[in-house]
């Protein structure tokens, strides 16, 4: 994957452990739908920046795999 395909990013908060963009994704979002994978094209995205990853919550990494 590539980074390249991320456009008009902007910071759009701050947390305790990360801070959140966000920008257009020019192959993506994916979604599945009758099992077809399917790309949005410029999508919108939230990018989060970790910060001190060594010490991610469980919360955080349920709400990761949820999104993935």
């Keep these: ?3 390249d395909d ?3 990013i902007k910071k759009i908060g701050e947390g305790g452990f990360a801070t ?3 920008g257009e994704w020019s192959n993506g979002p994916r979604f599945v739908q009758d099992n077809q994978r399917y790309y949005y094209e410029n999508g919108p995205v ?5 910060e ?3 010490n991610i ?3 955080f990494l349920k709400e990761v795999n ?3």
């Design 1 to 3: 994957d590539s980074y």
């Design 6 to 8: 991320l456009k008009n």
């Design 20 to 22: 959140v963009h966000q």
């Design 46 to 50: 939230a990018l989060k920046k970790l």
């Design 52 to 54: 001190n990853s060594q």
């Design 57 to 59: 919550s469980d919360e």
């Design 66 to 68: 949820i999104l993935i």
